[in-house]
Nanobody
Framework: QVQLVESGGGLVQPGGSLRLSCAAS????????MRWHRQAPGKERELVAR????????NYADSVKGRFTISRDNAKNTVYLQMNSLKPEDTAVYYC?????????WGQGTQVTVSS
C-alpha cells in the first residue's frame, strides 16, 4: 500500500523556520522525483520545490528561492522541506508528491500557518 505521510507543520511567527518531512512507503522511493506543493485558501495548488531521484538536481518556485531547501534521504525513504524566513504568504497546506512514469502519488498534507 502506497503511503506518503507529511509531518512538521504548525504555527510559526514571521521570520521563523519549519522543517517538513514526508515519509514514503509502498513503492521504490529512490526511483521517484519528489515534489512539495502548497495550496492556500482560495488559491490553486502550486509547485514549491522538486528534487530528482538521486537528489542531484533541485528547483524552486521563485517565491521561495533562497528561503526553502528540498532534500531527500533515500535510505530513510524520506523527503524534507526546510523553510526559513517564513512569511505570512507562505501559509498553506503543504503536500508531498511522488512521480515516476505514469505513477503519481500524493500525501494528505500538513498545515503551515505563519502569523504573529
Amino acid at each position: 500500500q502506497v503511503q506518503l505521510v507529511e509531518s512538521g507543520g504548525g504555527l510559526v511567527q514571521p521570520g521563523g523556520s519549519l522543517r517538513l518531512s514526508c515519509a514514503a512507503s509502498g513503492f521504490t522511493f529512490s526511483n521517484y522525483v519528489m515534489r512539495w506543493h502548497r495550496q492556500a485558501p482560495g488559491k490553486e495548488r502550486e509547485l514549491v520545490a522538486r528534487i530528482t531521484p538521486t537528489g542531484g538536481y533541485t528547483n524552486y518556485a521563485d517565491s521561495v528561492k533562497g528561503r526553502f531547501t528540498i532534500s531527500r534521504d533515500n535510505a530513510k525513504n524520506t523527503v524534507y522541506l526546510q523553510m526559513n524566513s517564513l512569511k505570512p504568504e507562505d501559509t498553506a497546506v503543504y503536500y508531498c508528491n511522488a512521480a515516476f512514469s505514469f505513477r503519481d502519488y500524493w500525501g494528505q498534507g500538513t498545515q503551515v500557518t505563519v502569523s504573529s
